[in-house]
């Protein structure tokens, strides 16, 4: 063992000496170890905290999430009858617990700000094993339909923020929307669900409206039950519901297993796809080192014949090079771990909204165990080819070898093989980043049927304390958007019951009266919908196309109006007028509703879908409590978000403050994860595209090199430059034309995984290959062609004497 060592230790000074004689070879490997190393850490700690490691909640394998699903197939929400029906009757799932999240007024310990709460059913916080780290959770006989005790338990960032961690918290009264709620619990700093800021008791009403779907379920599989059981029990539940009352007839059910809403699999899909990108570009820096290791040992050849002629086994030259290749991977995952965390904390700092459990995101053991198993693995692909063939060179033929430049023929073809590799590789993330970025561009210019530019908006809650009464509402409305629109620098204003681009929508059902027979209770199909004030469609450019829109003058209680977009008209009545039919909201039962417009289609939801139609309800008819305005100016009009807060501060004091966005920054939200995932596929390509010019490069340079003496001759015997560089082009061309070739093949193989996240545009792009492989073609052919005409520069007579 101590002999053992001893040679370990020798070999580790030998490989620093060699790196203190060759620094520009260390330094440029291992630069290229630690950004490939770096890389692929970097994102696998974000595929690990994300996508691979267990949800934090007991038996999270058997939590699932359960929507209801309409008689078309669109997966819904579920109302608070059903939801205590499957509750009661369900014995695949042991336990069923409701969410709905509803925005608030805090006016406790400061200035009124708005909050994020969350309604949830009793045992909800023992599904997800969490308890207070303050007080207590709710108790059954506070979640039941009129109880007395209006309660709340708060997050944890929520108590630091805003009670500054006030361990008297509890007992105490706080106000929302004008409401009292006590204090009987504080959660933990780890327990969070989306952006809740605090929990209050749902109370399920069994008397609400069946067809008025809100809830979130959630259940947890009972012991010897799987998913598919509990979806086919539900399933005959909601069956028995739909024939006992005919207006949730045709109604289903549908489980997914808890991770799959909290890691979308449009995320889980994208994350993926990086990984591999960065795992291609840390085999492209694998492919390149092996061929510059290759440089290296044809370098070394008399050090190892001589080593060899002193008596130097092959295991123990073998041994020596991989100790070198070790130390350097090693030094290179030090560096890659580094520049891991620094990339882990730019993330968590700057990251879009939308990346689920980024909070959990950190260089652990087991990222470092990562790291360290990348490192051997990579030593072990670039480092063992070329020392095992340094190791089977005899002592007299490296001996002979001194002075030639030339190298075995074996040894050539490999290298030319990894040369090819490196461009397929490159090739296939050039044409993944060509797709993606031009699927962005589509997305950003997505037509959304109105001019984003100088749009302002802000979201509104207005509290059940001030405006309980509907008219209250909306006179509110009525009061600010009048005196808004007399702000100079204001063309338009008005009021939408979505919050643009936030993944919120609302739909129900739409049947015309005509149809209300064959269709019946299950309603003709599903239609998105909005509650507008009169101002909203001038203050989004809607162009009217038929009839007309919404009044001031009309009346609450008069004619119940509707306004449709073209492709909602279209699809209710194709090939006629919308104006003047008639359609149930719905169910079938009460007065149908009337369209008095068409206007242009709108989208506020879903950028880069089709459209897929909205019915406008006038706001005096349905008022909302939480609204979105939105203020068209003239041009940039610097004075009106100053004068919108005092307007709003005049019209309710107890308000919270505003935060005005523009709409075009509210874009930039919803693009910005697509944008992060194109910029960093990009980013891997052009790498793995220098790389790959690098190691062409560096191979076409030595294969030049080494025929210096033929390429001299053929000058002696009357060959022209033009003639001689066309001829190593065409050996360079070769390689370049077959990595090109596979790489293009292996992309059309994999396109269907870029389909789910490409906007309107087939992973096959044609478009896409051509620029990606024109790019490739010719950064490879130039780093052809600069050595190529560097060794033709010589006289034949310098060639012909060698090195």
């Known amino acids: 063992m101590s002999a053992f060592f001893e040679w370990l230790n020798q070999d580790i000074r030998d490989a620093l000496r060699q790196f203190a004689a060759r620094p520009g070879f260390a330094l440029v490997a291992l630069l290229t170890l630690s950004l490939g190393i770096g890389a692929t850490t970097a994102i696998y700690s974000l595929l690990n905290a994300t996508v691979l490691a267990p949800l934090p909640y007991p038996d999270a394998e058997r939590l699932v999430r359960v929507q209801e699903r309409t008689p078309d197939g669109m997966m819904f929400s579920a109302s608070e009858p059903n939801y205590l029906d499957f509750r009661q009757r369900s014995r695949s799932l042991e336990l069923i617990v409701a969410l709905k999240q509803s925005s608030f007024s805090l006016r406790s310990g400061g200035e009124p700000i708005p909050a994020e709460g969350l309604a949830v059913s009793d045992g909800y916080f023992d599904l997800l094993g969490a308890q207070p780290v303050l007080g207590r959770a709710f108790v059954a006989e506070e979640d039941q339909p009129g109880a007395a005790a209006k309660v709340v338990v708060l997050s944890h960032q929520l108590w630091q923020q805003r009670f500054n961690g006030d361990a008297q918290i509890l007992g105490r009264d706080i106000d929302l929307d004008g409401t009292p709620y006590r204090v009987i619990g504080v959660m933990p700093a780890e327990f969070r669900w989306f952006e809740v800021s605090f929990w209050l008791p749902l109370a399920a009403d069994p008397n609400s409206d069946r067809g008025d779907h809100w809830l979130s379920l959630i259940g947890r599989l009972s012991v010897g039950s799987d998913i598919d059981q509990a979806q086919q029990e539900l399933a005959s539940i909601s069956a028995d519901i739909g024939r006992q009352f005919p207006s949730v007839a045709g109604w289903s059910v549908s489980l997914k297993p ?468 066309r001829m190593l082009m065409q050996g360079g061309g070769r390689l370049i034309a077959w990595g090109s070739v596979l790489g293009g093949l292996g992309a059309w193989t994999l396109s269907h995984t870029l389909s789910s996240l490409v906007q309107h545009r087939s992973a096959e792009d044609l478009w896409a290959y051509a620029l990606a492989l024109l790019a490739l073609g010719s950064i490879a052919a130039l780093a052809v062609l600069i050595p190529a005409r560097r060794v033709l520069r010589q006289s034949p007579l310098e060639s012909i004497r060698g090195d």
């Open 258 to 725: 808890l991770h799959d809403w909290l890691v979308s699999p449009e995320y889980r899909q994208g994350i993926l796809v990086l990984f591999a990108a960065v795992a291609l570009l840390l085999g492209i820096a694998c492919l390149n080192l092996a061929n510059l290791w290759f440089i290296r040992s044809h370098a070394s050849r008399a050090e190892i014949g001589i080593r060899s002629a002193l008596g130097a086994s092959r295991r123990r030259i073998l041994c020596q090079w991989m100790v070198e290749v070790l130390l350097l991977s090693g030094l290179g995952a030090l560096l890659g771990a580094v520049l891991a965390g620094v990339a882990i904390d730019l993330l968590k700092h700057h990251a879009p909204s939308g990346i689920p459990r980024l909070e959990t995101l950190s260089v652990d053991a087991n990222v470092l165990l990562f790291a360290a198993g990348t490192a051997l693995i990579t030593a072990l692909l670039f480092g063992l080819a070329p020392a095992w063939h340094a190791a089977r060179t005899e002592a007299a033929v490296s001996l002979q070898l001194e002075g030639r430049s030339g190298m075995p023929r074996g040894q050539g073809k490999l290298r030319d093989l990894l040369v090819v590799g490196q461009i397929a590789i490159s090739a296939l993330l050039l044409v993944g980043a060509g797709i993606l970025g031009r699927s962005f561009l589509e997305l950003k210019a997505s037509d959304l049927g109105f001019d984003p530019e100088h749009l302002l908006t802000l979201d509104l809650q207005l509290g059940e304390q001030n405006y309980a009464e509907p008219w209250q509402k909306v006179v509110f409305f009525h009061r600010l958007t009048e005196r808004l629109d007399a702000i100079p620098g204001v063309v338009a204003s008005g009021a939408s019951a979505v919050r643009p681009f936030s993944g919120n929508d609302m739909v129900n059902d739409v049947t015309p009266v005509e149809r209300a027979a064959e269709t019946g209770s299950a309603g003709y199909m599903q239609l998105r919908w909005r509650a507008a004030t009169p101002g909203f469609f001038a203050a989004a450019g809607l162009p009217l196309m038929q009839g007309r829109t919404f009044s001031a003058e009309d009346p609450w209680n008069g004619p119940r109006n509707v306004v449709l977009s073209a492709t909602a008209a279209e699809k209710l009545w194709p090939g006629q007028s919308a104006v003047g039919q008639r359609l149930y909201w719905g169910g079938i039962d009460g007065d149908p509703l009337n369209v008095i417009g068409v206007v242009g289609d709108f989208e506020d939801v879903n950028l880069g879908q089709p459209a897929s139609g909205v019915m406008f309800i006038p706001y005096n008819q349905l008022p909302w409590p939480s609204m979105s305005l939105w203020v068209r100016t003239r041009g940039e009009a610097s004075n009106v978000p100053s004068e919108l807060r005092e307007l709003l501060r005049t019209l309710d004091a107890e308000m919270p403050a505003a935060t005005i966005v523009s709409l075009q920054d509210r874009l930039d939200v919803a693009v910005a994860a697509p944008r992060l995932r194109t910029l960093l596929l990009l980013g891997f390509a052009t790498s793995a595209l220098l790389l790959a010019a690098l190691g062409v490069y560096a191979v076409m340079a030595f294969n030049f090199a080494s025929r210096r003496r033929e390429l001299g001759l053929r000058l002696a015997l009357g060959a022209t430059p033009a003639v001689l560089q």
